[in-house]
């Protein structure tokens, strides 16, 4: 993977408490934090009900992100002492009472160990086992496929004409949904493993997200849409972008001057993040996982 240079100038975060960012009445509305605490103390947190799409190259932060705010609202819902920095944002917070997952490939048992295995020295994985919610749609997604269904658990035999599970994923997606995204963090992962099947018209995944973005605002919750970047065409990413409410871009970026590559992320869209934010911190934060804390940005880097 080619990584991107970097072109601008590296600064160190301040501490929280150095945080310039406007000052909003007390009346203000609440925001939701995403639990990664110089994201939140710089941007305020999202707007409740807010769709936000992560995209990036392959392993460039995304997954790492939106597990890192479960882990970490979970650990709120049960310690009532942890505490979200939303910087000088007056509005007050809004914290979900769970956590959705929503998978087409990936099992309940295999996410888990993936937190352990990551997150070795934190109880992020015990955490998520007892507040998340976890819609396993593997067996629609893979129905009409050439996998084994010893491998999918397909409920249907291979190659049966007769079925057609694969056009009713977004369907019982969208059940899914309504039935647990009712102030919850959604996790989505992922809109790649959509678009890659022939028999997921692409279209229906814009429009069912265009869909989502405006049954989010009754939800009162915050909705990850994961995405990898390339896997479909431009057009596609761009008409998803344009049907959420934020986005969160993640790359690999290399500095001129070291050897070693960096995972960077900035806000591409968002009004109400961008409005709040000062100029000077609409930059690219730069971002590594700690085993303990998970994702952590390090600093940001002013593009010249």
Not at 51 to 63: D, E, P, R
Not at 98 to 121: A, C, G, I
């Amino acid at each position: 993977m080619e990584a991107t240079k970097v072109k601008g100038r590296a600064m160190p975060l301040p501490p929280h408490s150095a945080y310039k960012a406007k000052p909003l009445p007390p009346s203000a509305f609440p925001r939701a934090p995403t639990g990664v605490p110089d994201f939140d103390s710089v941007t305020g947190g999202l707007p409740p009900g807010s769709v936000v799409l992560f995209i990036g190259q392959a392993g460039s932060g995304y997954i790492e992100f939106a597990l890192t705010s479960a882990a970490r609202i979970t650990k709120a819902l049960e310690d009532s002492s942890e505490i979200f920095y939303t910087g000088l944002y007056r509005g007050g917070k809004i914290l979900p009472s769970h956590v959705t997952y929503v998978s087409f490939t990936k099992s309940r048992d295999e996410l888990l160990q993936e937190v352990r295995n990551t997150f070795l020295e934190s109880p992020y994985s015990m955490l998520l086992s007892r507040h998340m919610v976890f819609c396993d749609l593997s067996s629609q997604y893979f129905s009409d496929s050439m996998v084994p269904p010893e491998w999918s658990r397909a409920k249907r035999p291979l190659l049966d004409s007769t079925a057609n599970h694969n056009t009713d994923v977004l369907t019982t997606m969208a059940n899914e949904l309504e039935n647990h995204g009712k102030n919850s963090l959604v996790i989505v992962d992922s809109l790649s493993d959509l678009l890659v099947r022939s028999s997921i018209r692409k279209e229906d995944v814009v429009t069912i997200v265009k869909g989502l973005r405006r049954r989010a605002k009754d939800w009162k919750g915050t909705i990850y849409l994961m995405l990898t970047k390339s896997v479909s065409e431009p057009w596609i990413e761009e008409a998803l972008k344009d049907s959420v409410d934020a986005v969160l871009q993640f790359e690999w970026v290399s500095n001129p001057h070291k050897s070693s590559r960096l995972r960077a992320m900035w806000i591409e869209k968002s009004m109400p993040l961008l409005a709040y934010m000062r100029p000077e911190q609409q930059g690219r934060f730069i971002i590594q996982v700690d085993p303990n804390k998970g994702l952590v940005t390090t600093q940001y880097e002013r593009i010249d």
